[in-house]
């Protein structure tokens, strides 16, 4: 169930997404104002409300010898989307699957192997499921960012200042 966030839930989920492994309750109690144990509590209470579901590894494949990463756009009809998405997650090679409301080009899905032979079994796997493949391409990079709805007053005083440190030099 959706809940409104205060200023210090924000402070909390935009740092988490920043650094989550470096980041220490106290680190983020500094920066809102509040107590360490005042913000432990809030990501107990975060967690057990869904809004935090995990915290994640940011894994650079082709440092793990993993270096061919693409994204495949399928179409899958409507009414099977939700069982295409399960049935592709047990694909060995799919890291990331992502379903879209309406139309075609419904569900991207994000794959990495060694080699083209991977490649080819991964692509052979999403064919036998029987969606279409609209498009595959080589992943050169994926950015992700902090969503800047968490973007709390006081990041947003540090930016400001670190911004006009940046046109001090």
Known sequence: MARDLDNVDR???YMLQRDARNTTSGDIADKTGVS??????????????GIIKGYHP?????????PLHLMFVI????????EV???????QGVVDVREMITGRRNIRVEVVGRD???VVRITDAI??????????????QRKVQPFNHFYFSEAAE???????DDEDE
């Open 11 to 13: 402070g909390i989920l």
């Open 36 to 49: 360490a144990s005042t913000i432990r509590n809030r990501i107990d209470q975060l967690e057990d409300d």
């Open 58 to 66: 940011d894994i650079d494949y082709e440092s793990a010898n993993l």
């Open 75 to 82: 179409t899958a009809p409507p009414k099977q989307r939700g």
């Open 85 to 91: 998405v399960e049935q592709l997650l047990n694909v």
């Open 116 to 118: 083209t032979k991977d």
């Open 127 to 140: 064919h036998d499921l029987g969606v279409e493949v609209d498009s595959s391409e080589v992943m050169k």
């Open 158 to 164: 540090e930016m400001n200042e670190q911004d006009g």
